[in-house]
């Protein structure tokens, strides 16, 4: 976690980011984060919602299946490193996050409330 948090200050420091925006993430960092279970059966589905929390309506629902998802982690991970793009150093190991999926992932991996947008997106895998 102190990873994380140096890399958001050094965003603040290169102007990427505010120091509002930042206080909201280290904000995050610190808030208990409910784990996906890894359970034997394999999971069906990769599911992605955006809400408006205005409206609290959903704005975007993605339904894709777990097998187009395996594909497509794969070949991401194969052009990435083509192009020289090193996801891992951008805390990002779509390898990782096939083989977790393939081994039994399941729930919610993903959980954001973006305040400026009013937006809540979630992720996860059932």
């Keep these: 976690m102190e990873e994380e948090k140096i890399r ?15 206080t909201k993430l280290l904000e995050a960092l610190e808030t208990p984060q409910e784990e996906p279970e890894i359970s034997g059966s394999k999971a069906k589905w990769f599911r ?11 704005k975007v629902s993605v339904n894709l299946p777990i ?6 982690l794969r070949t ?10 090193d996801l891992n ?3 990002v190991n779509l390898e990782e996050l096939r083989s977790a999926i393939h081994y039994g992932l399941k729930g919610k991996i993903i ?7 009013q937006t809540h ?3 996860s895998v059932e």
């Design 8 to 22: 958001i200050l050094n965003m603040v420091k290169e102007g990427t980011i505010t120091a509002e925006e930042a």
């Design 48 to 58: 992605v919602r955006i809400t408006d929390l205005k409206t609290n309506k959903v």
């Design 67 to 72: 097998g187009l998802v395996d594909w497509a």
């Design 76 to 85: 991401g991970t194969k052009l990435a490193s083509l192009g020289g793009v």
């Design 89 to 91: 150093g951008m805390g």
């Design 111 to 117: 959980d954001v409330v973006d305040e400026a947008e």
């Design 121 to 123: 997106v979630e992720v």
